[in-house]
Nanobody, 126 residues
Framework: QVQLADSGGGLAQAGDSLRLSCVFSGRTSRSYSMGWFRQAPGKEREFVAAISWSDSGTYYADAVKGRFTISRDNTKNTLYLQMNALKPEDTAVYYC???????????????????WGQGTLVTVSS
């Protein structure tokens, strides 16, 4: 059974950096594309970033492009999200996700995501 354990959230000030981590267990992560979604209070869950299992191509939402970097270490079955130049509007619960199809992430298809982490809260103050 696949399990995702995400961590690394916390309190930050605008302009600060945080790094989220997600450990994938239960199977090899190599055949899964992985990514991050986030959900702010009162809003729907939205796509943030993804990395393809096949060619390690990366994809970003416009709101985070140039500030966030997604990466993965398949030897450690770990996914990372480096978040720089944080803004108050980045405040949300961030969820690690895994799916065999990259398009699930790039189309923001929340309902089709196969596996979710429990979420980690990021709060950015101005």
């Amino acid at each position: 059974q696949v399990q995702l354990a995400d961590s690394g959230g916390g309190l930050a000030q605008a302009g600060d950096s945080l790094r989220l981590s997600c450990v994938f267990s239960g199977r090899t992560s190599r055949s899964y594309s992985m990514g991050w979604f986030r959900q702010a209070p009162g809003k729907e869950r939205e796509f943030v970033a993804a990395i393809s299992w096949s060619d390690s191509g990366t994809y970003y939402a416009d709101a985070v492009k140039g500030r966030f970097t997604i990466s993965r270490d398949n030897t450690k079955n770990t996914l990372y999200l480096q978040m720089n130049a944080l803004k108050p509007e980045d405040t949300a619960v961030y969820y690690c996700a895994a799916d065999r199809y990259t398009v699930t992430f790039t189309e923001g298809n929340v309902r089709n995501v196969e596996h979710w982490g429990q979420g980690t809260l990021v709060t950015v103050s101005s």
